[in-house]
């Protein structure tokens, strides 16, 4: 197995095997590309008290597994608000792009009302370790694509808790990344966050008929703290509606509790083969 899912080469990001997407070997999944962008905000923020409360990365087109580079600018540098922005390329061509909003953070006296829940969720210790793919309803779209392509679904390890690839709406299961995100780097906890948080939409997936799947279009992810330890857990719920679109909700807990939410908004997509995925632009 590789040892990471990105291989550092100067400026640029080389993608392994192991960033790959179910739909096609020579594109990504959207976990990786998002995991770059939010490395790539946080070097940029040069103070460790702003917070990284917002992050929306918009995924324009598949992402192909080429050597990739980043950028970064701020938009706002405030000294308690700020913007950054970030755009990944492939070939000088812009395949996704972040923008984060970052918080500083001050000490305040709250309430225990107002506090966080406890944590409400088993958590991983005890529950069996599976792969993505066994959560699947056989016979679907993508039980006829994942298992014949590794890459990073079948990278991290899954426990599931309740619901699923086989349950229409509903899935929530804890997720790691068993590998550096970064060959030479250890993995930050907004990096680990920010590439799991597109595993809500698998997890959360509409289940339609005539092999039309839901791809998302965006990844917006909501951290009131950073989570802590390589287990994230994600509780998605989705709705779709008959026009073909629809929203994917995943609320984000570590094994202290709740520390956010993810949302993904929702496109029916009729060209469900990998080979329509990989060529196709959103």
């Not at 962008?37 to 917002?54: F, G, K, S």
């Not at 005890?126 to 006829?144: D, F, H, K, Q, R």
Request: hydrophobic residues 40%; glycine residues 10%; charged residues 20%.
């Amino acid at each position: 197995m590789e040892a990471a899912i990105f291989i550092p080469d100067g400026d640029r990001f080389i993608p392994t095997d192991l960033a790959r997407s179910p739909w096609g070997p020579h594109v990504l999944h959207g976990g990786p590309p998002a995991g770059l962008l939010a490395r790539a905000i946080e070097q940029t923020n040069p103070d460790p008290a702003l917070h990284v409360a917002r992050m929306t990365v918009d995924l324009f087109r598949p992402v192909p597994k080429a050597p990739l580079h980043v950028t970064t600018q701020f938009v706002r540098e405030g000294r308690r608000i700020a913007v950054i922005e970030a755009s990944l390329l492939a070939d000088d061509i812009e395949v996704s792009r972040a923008t984060a909003l970052l918080l500083r953070e001050s000490e305040v006296d709250l309430p225990e009302a107002h506090l966080p829940a406890p944590p409400s969720l088993p958590g991983p210790e005890g529950i069996p370790t599976t792969g993505l793919s066994t959560m699947l309803t056989e016979g679907s779209p993508v039980a006829a694509t994942m298992p014949g392509i590794s890459g990073f679904h079948t990278t991290i390890e899954v426990r599931r808790i309740a619901g699923g690839l086989a349950t229409a709406g509903h899935g929530t299961a804890w997720i790691r990344i068993p590998v550096p995100f970064v060959a030479g780097e250890e993995t930050t906890p907004l990096v680990r966050m920010a590439a799991t948080a597109d595993f809500g939409n698998a997890l959360g997936h509409i289940r339609a008929g005539d092999g039309i799947g839901f791809i998302n279009a965006d990844i917006t992810l909501y951290l009131h703290r950073m989570p802590l330890g390589e287990w994230i857990c994600l509780d998605s719920q989705s709705a779709g509606e008959p026009h073909g679109v629809g929203l994917v909700e995943s609320m984000v807990h570590d094994e202290r509790g709740p520390v956010g939410r993810v949302v993904q908004a929702l496109l029916a997509n009729r060209r469900f083969a990998p080979t329509n995925l990989e060529n196709a632009e959103s």
